[in-house]
């Protein structure tokens, strides 16, 4: 009987050990997709766009259409439904989260294309988008939204995001009364 609580003790401890190996190789993968997309410049959006079309064809086996705003936004969202697939199909040697890049520039495409979003750069930041909305302006960060929608998001959430962006200024307009 003493054998089973050594056998049962040491898988409870691997079992542990495994939970803490994944913390840590998550949050480490995290942070190398925020130093990466620190060190983006505005030239590397549009080939970022194409990369994430061509993977999303090539390894998922799902056409993702720029010029159908509504379809590209379901279909990015759709892909967060297995996250493990979706990473896998952009991982680079030694960087599982490289999908952030991609995935982060087509879904600022989509903004700056059907939503009137600029993208911006600052130094040592990564790059966001601005859109003006009577007199000011909003800011947004894809980037940032991929990480947290493969974190915490929930289905619909990418859609709602272009959906939201790109009816800003009317939410906007009747919000002022003009």
Known sequence: MGWMSYIGGGLVALFVLLLFWGFLHKRHSKQKALEAILQLELGEIEPLTRECAEVFERKLGVRLNLDDCDDAAQKLDDAFRDPVKLKGAFERPGFYWYFVKPIGACLGELLRRYA????????????????????????????????????????????????????????AERATGD
């Open 116 to 171: 009137k979003h600029e993208w911006r750069k600052q130094t040592s930041k990564a790059p966001f988008m601005e859109v003006r909305v009577k007199g000011g302006a909003s800011q947004v960060f894809p980037f940032e939204k991929v990480i947290k929608q493969v974190e915490s998001g929930e289905p619909g959430d990418l859609v709602a995001y272009v959906t939201f962006a790109r009816t800003l200024d009317q939410i």
